[in-house]
């Protein structure tokens, strides 16, 4: 069945970079028919809560919500492998929080009630 699972959080120091990943499985097994699939990266904001940092439909189509650019957040895509990677540059102690990768069945979407499946979320620890 459809599933999520992230990976590549911990602690990093101020001014390193870091790259999760988010494999999705069961998401083209036979019965399911997808016409649009996409993948979204979100983060745990103090006063926002959790808020959309990006989005990848298809290979190469990525739309940035945000502060995604100014934050220096960076979102690639294996087709093949179907895992999406979030990288996390110039970090700061700010960017200390929890991160989610979520599926949705439809075209990007910044909104959390639109995501169809959620990950765990993965906990970025940045030291100074």
């Known amino acids: 069945q459809p599933q999520i699972v992230e990976s590549g959080g911990g602690l990093v120091q101020a001014g390193g970079s870091l790259r999760l990943s988010c494999a999705a499985s069961?998401?083209?097994?036979?019965?399911?028919?997808?016409?649009?699939?996409?993948m979204s990266w979100f983060r745990q904001a103090p006063v926002k809560g959790r808020e959309a940092v990006s989005c990848m439909q298809g290979a190469d189509i990525v739309t940035n919500y945000a502060d995604s650019v100014r934050d220096r957040f960076t979102i690639t895509r294996d087709v093949d492998k179907n895992t999406v990677y979030l990288q996390i540059s110039e970090m700061r102690p700010e960017k200390t929080t929890d991160y989610y990768c979520?599926?949705?069945?439809?075209?990007?979407?910044?909104?959390?009630?639109?995501?169809?499946?959620w990950g765990e979320g993965n906990l970025v620890t940045v030291s100074s």
């Open positions: 069961g998401f083209t097994a036979p019965g399911l028919n997808l016409e649009v699939y996409t």
């Open positions: 979520a599926g949705r069945f439809r075209r990007c979407s910044n909104r959390v009630r639109d995501m169809d499946y």
